[in-house]
Nanobody, 124 residues
């Protein structure tokens, strides 16, 4: 399994930007598809974005398309989520996840390793 640690969450005003990062520990990171999910208070975990191991395939939820950008640096075992034009409804705990496959998907059940989450709060 890949050990994952998120960082970069915080408080930002609506319309602002934030970048969250996720560092992976395993040598298998570069062969793993990665994803970002989020969970708002009282709601279930929802898909945000996913990227294949070589960044050839990228998927976004419709709610973040055009505002969020997922990327990865395999040399640093790190995946990023750049969030622009943030809205109060983006407030959630953001989790990164790794899949033991190079192919990206949007289903949480396909990801076997999860980080502890980082809080993102967008004020209106």
């Amino acid at each position: 399994q890949v050990q994952l640690v998120e960082s970069g969450g915080g408080l930002v005003q609506a319309g602002g930007s934030l970048r969250v990062s996720c560092a992976g520990s395993a040598r298998t990171f570069s062969s793993s598809a990665m994803g970002w999910f989020r969970q708002a208070p009282g709601k279930g975990r929802e898909f945000v974005a996913a990227i294949s191991s070589r960044s050839s395939s990228i998927y976004y939820a419709d709610s973040v398309k055009g505002r969020f950008t997922i990327s990865r640096d395999n040399a640093k075992n790190t995946v990023y989520l750049q969030m622009d034009s943030l809205k109060p409804e983006d407030t959630a705990v953001y989790y990164c996840a790794a899949r033991s496959s190079p192919f990206a998907t949007m289903a949480a059940a396909d990801f076997g390793s999860w980080g502890q989450g980082t809080q993102v709060t967008v004020s209106s």
